[in-house]
Nanobody
Framework: QVQLVESGGGLVQPGGSLRLSCAAS????????MGWYRQAPGKERELVAD???????NYADSVKGRFTISRDNAKNTVYLQMNSLSPEDTAVYYCNKNPYWREYWGPGTQVTVSS
């Protein structure tokens, strides 16, 4: 089985920054397209960004230019650097592969952007 554990969330003021981490178990991590997803209250879970095994990235329009996804295969970890945060970024953030595997959802980490 695979486990994904997100961390790094918290309360931040508008314009602030956070760096999220996703620690993955298993030896197959390096072969997977990994993504960060988020789910705000009343909304469906949406893909925010993903990164291929070779480092190619994609971003949702809403975060492009503000967020950066990266990975360290040696550490089985995916990161999401979030800058210029706004209240619209408030959500629970999850990591998973893309396309996601329902069995791989971790607990998520709460990001709250508020003054």
């Amino acid at each position: 089985q695979v486990q994904l554990v997100e961390s790094g969330g918290g309360l931040v003021q508008p314009g602030g920054s956070l760096r999220l981490s996703c620690a993955a178990s298993g030896s197959i991590f390096r072969f997977l397209v990994m993504g960060w997803y988020r789910q705000a209250p009343g909304k469906e879970r949406e893909l925010v960004a993903d990164i291929s095994s070779g480092g190619s990235t994609n971003y949702a329009d809403s975060v492009k230019g503000r967020f950066t996804i990266s990975r360290d295969n040696a550490k089985n970890t995916v990161y999401l650097q979030m800058n210029s945060l706004s209240p619209e970024d408030t959500a629970v953030y999850y990591c998973n592969k893309n396309p996601y595997w329902r069995e791989y959802w971790g607990p998520g980490t709460q990001v709250t952007v508020s003054s």
